[in-house]
């Protein structure tokens, strides 16, 4: 596929492109095009790779977007289509108004589906999208082909116990889900926030996450408004736990495979009470939360056989 190099940036061409396509926003990989989805009432920005094979999507969490999974897709895309999504107010998606929720995510990811005409996928969410992935299986379960969980929970299962601070959680989970703070707080220090705590303090490997990675990173949460989607999420997950609950009762028909690394078991646990199961199970010794970036080879591996197993 064709690029053009700038400085730093790799540029997609659109030659023998993809609908949608559109030049690449930021830094980016030979392996991928670049596209604009109009749906749902905002535009998704989305990569693509591979030609052949079962469709995989990859929906990030925080802090980060598509290119979390920069080191992955080369990898699936050998033998899968793989589709990567900044959700809506990350990333280059449009920005998030307040009042976004998990739910409008969710839909989202639906309507992308839709629009890219590829479901059912094999749907790898990780950390903090966990609760769309699962309002998406259990409200378009002919979306999802398969349910492949990273560093993830679910609100009503345990994840609120990483915002007790008492307890070992998270301060940041409560700076998020309060109104206002995170932008009065993580505005201008955008850099600071992403390379000084959150990747070091969450990585197996703090060599893992590279100073370009962070400098992507906060390329984009440093746009106006470019909190509000981590916001959203997080505030929809201190409020959904009896809804996932509820939900819950009529468990999901859907094969499952629960990946951990920084969390333990913690991901597996969660998955085993929201789907029929068996839930094939992977822990991957010496990885920190940030498993695509940390551990790309052995969490490709994972992937594609639980898909050889689906397919």
């Known amino acids: 596929m064709p690029t053009v190099s700038i400085g ?10 993809m609908p949608n396509t559109i030049d690449a ?31 995989v999507l990859l929906v990030h969490g925080f802090p980060e977007t598509w290119w979390a999974f920069h080191r992955l897709i080369p990898l699936l895309a050998a033998e899968h289509r793989v589709f990567a999504v900044d959700l809506r107010g990350f990333g280059d998606s449009a920005t998030a108004a307040d009042g976004f929720t998990s739910a409008d995510a969710a839909e989202d990811l639906h309507a992308l589906i839709v629009e890219l005409g590829v479901g059912p996928v094999h749907l790898a969410a990780q950390d903090i999208s966990g609760g769309a992935a699962y309002r998406l299986a259990s409200e378009h379960p002919e979306d999802v082909r398969s349910l ?33 703070i995170a932008g009065l707080l993580f505005t201008g220090r ?12 969450m990585s197996g490997d703090p060599d893992s996450v590279t100073a370009a990675d962070i400098d992507e990173f906060t390329r984009t949460y440093s746009r106006a408004n470019g909190w509000k989607g981590a916001v959203g999420l997080y505030q929809s997950m201190l409020s959904e736990g009896a ?27 969660t998955v085993a009470q929201v789907v029929e199961g068996p839930v094939d199970s992977v822990l991957l010794e010496g990885v920190g939360h940030y498993v695509a970036l940390e551990a790309p080879d052995r969490l490709a591996e994972a992937i594609k056989t639980f898909l050889a197993k689906q397919d």
Do not use: C
């Open 190 to 201: 955008e850099r600071e926030l992403l390379g000084g705590w959150a990747f070091p303090s």
């Open 25 to 55: 926003p930021g830094v980016t990989i030979r392996e991928v095009q670049h596209h604009a989805a109009d749906v749902n009432g905002t535009t998704l920005h989305y990569v693509s790779a591979g030609t052949s094979g079962s469709p």
């Open 8 to 17: 730093n940036l790799v540029v997609t061409t659109k030659e023998n492109a």
């Open 243 to 269: 809804d996932f609950q509820a939900r819950a009762e009529q468990k999901l028909a859907t094969p499952a495979l629960a990946i951990g690394g920084f969390g333990g078991s913690f991901t597996a646990a």
């Open 148 to 180: 492949i969980a990273t560093e993830m929970g679910l609100a009503g299962f345990g994840l609120e116990g990483f915002g007790d601070v008492t307890h070992g959680g998270s301060w940041h989970i409560g700076v998020l889900a309060a109104p206002g």
